[in-house]
């Protein structure tokens, strides 16, 4: 695999490389903490991992962490699950996040963009003021340290401020998008019982208003410990009854208090996709995020004060999260609240054109959809200030790498990131100094030890294995929420190597230092002994014009037989005919493994994914070996609940 792109599709120049904050970090790192001054990034990221305490010290070192109180030791304990950071600390994330309005009070710290693609800025000093005003407005309605307080939001200024104020109370975040049904968003919140709800009357997305009250009733009706609801009104309308206004909340003139916090002290709380059974309820801390977005997007984004950072993304992934963070690192962040494709799919280039935007981030399934589409960003935009293009949500296709390079700009930086909700980061991605191989994620990140391992728990490099991180990361869940006994988050990463992280993912480390990404370990493609992951199928089918959207499974038999169809949903116009199905094979067989060719290859009417737009593989295979639906998969969790019942229908028909 090290040898099939030997030549780089992008490398920074020597400029670019000594300009870079991770260059500036690793010859600061080696004056005053003794990191390797020769050996280039390899030799940092050794040592990042090898001595993992003297690493995250000069990490909060680096980037001026104000502990209120000080730490006894960086890791008293690194066990994992268990690992304890920095103890005896006290920090406040938010008083980070607005540390940038003591200097640049009047420039933006928020573009906020909707359908109309009109930048509306939000000045520090301003975002400053209504967190003041609003954390003031909690601590009034009794809001206190540990609290949960909910936003069912979409990616709107009222959101951020949202979080930030809930952090300077120490209160602790969550938040879904107002796309969820009531049904979703109840799995979530009930779990964690808030005592604040922030909710919108609707939402625009693709030219049209979805009014969400009845939604909010609902919520409103089921979620018994809530002692108050804020109405933010993007549809103008008026707020229900006893419901408080935003306005009144916010047009104070208060400076912030920051509640000091020990740095496990909760900050979020995340949701995993919850495709079977109730989403897990990620508790990560204030000080564990702090350090690791400020070393992700200040080393590894390379974001700094005169950065413009978009990432196209709604409050219920985990990149929103991510995204506000910007503001640690004094970017101006970016928030688009829209259609992703509308009111064509060259949408978010226009975004990008529109803000000015530095650091772009999207999905891989938005880079393939405008290549497929005929979309020229460069062509039709300005983007001459982009100087990178992050994808994640699934790995990125060489195709896209490719794409991206022609029609963008020969001269970009493309960093495909893969990570998790669960760690609120990445594992391997972006690295400013390295260069850009097709098809392959530049690195692991600082900090985690990421490698592949073969069943027996030996590390594989140039082969595919699973991915693990053998050591503690600050930002990994400090529980989950309501399992006292630890056993459903030891259960979920720690069963099948004890002590060592297992992530899901089939991974390879490639002999010259960077990492390919096949997809999910437990939907895996097992034929006769040898094992692929998905993604890869899925690159090779949708390059064909005539295919939408693929699915592919492989499902054990009752018999021990093993039965691999391929699931296509086509483009318009296109038909499923003897000519399409031999072509679909044939770039199977040549281009991966003949032992990889579907048996079947069946027209469905689409692909159900996730509600943060993850195509959902697990599910429907048990759907096909005979699950119940409602016991397959979670409703609520899915975009598209009809798209499922064609494969509900289709198990029947084959029992």
Known sequence: MSTANPQPLWQPDPQQIAQARITRFHTWAAEHHGAPAEGGYAALHRWSVDHLDTFWKAVAQWFDVRFSAPYTSVLADRSMPGARWFPGAKLNYAE???????????????????ETHDPRPVTWAELRRQVGSLAAALRDLGVRPGDRVSGYLPNIPQA??????????????????????????????QQVEPVVLFAVDGYRYGGKEHDRRAVVAELRRDLPTLRAVVHIPLLGTEAPEGALEWPDLTSGDTDPVFEQVPFDHPLWVLYSSGTTGLPKALVQSQGGILVEHLKQLGLHCDLGPEDRFFWYTSTGWMMWNFLVSGLLAGTTVVLYDGSPGFPDTGAQWRVAERTGTTFFGTSAAYVMACRKAGVHPARDHDLSRVKCVATTGSPLPPDGFRWLHDEVRDDLWIASVSGGTDVCSCFAGAVPTLPVHVGELQAPCL????????????????????????????????????????????????????????????????????????????????????????????????RLPEIKESLVLGIEQPDGGYWMPLFVQLAPGARLDDAL???????????????????????????????????????????????????????????????????????????
């Open 447 to 542: 900090g985690t030890d990421l490698q592949a391992w073969d069943p027996d728990g030996r590390p594989l490099v140039d082969e595919v294995g699973e991915l693990v991180v053998t050591t503690p990361m600050p930002s990994m869940p400090i529980r989950f929420w309501n399992d006292p006994d630890g056993s459903r988050y030891r259960d979920s990463y720690f069963a099948m190597y004890p002590g060592v992280w297992r992530h899901g993912d089939w991974v390879t480390v490639t002999s010259r230092g960077s990492v390919v990404i096949h997809g999910r370990s437990d939907s895996t493609l097992n034929r006769q002994g040898v094992r692929m992951g998905s993604a890869d199928i899925y690159e090779v089918v949708e």
């Open 160 to 189: 951020v401020v949202a979080l930030l104020a809930t952090a300077a109370v120490g209160g602790v975040w969550t938040s879904c998008a107002p796309d969820f049904g009531a049904r979703s968003v109840l799995d979530r919140f």
């Open 581 to 655: 199905v031999q072509r679909v094979k044939q770039a199977i067989r040549e281009q991966l493994s003949p032992r990889h060719v579907p048996d079947e290859i069946i027209e469905a009417p689409g692909v159900p994914h996730t509600l943060t737009g993850k195509r959902i593989e697990v599910p429907v295979k048990r759907l096909l070996q005979g699950t119940p639906l409602d016991k397959a998969v979670n409703p609520g969790s899915v975009d598209d609940l009809d798209v499922l019942r064609f494969y509900e229908e289709l198990a029947r028909k084959r029992a």
């Open 96 to 114: 980070h996040a607005l540390r940038a309005a003591a200097s640049r009070a009047d420039e933006p710290a928020l573009l906020y963009v909707d």
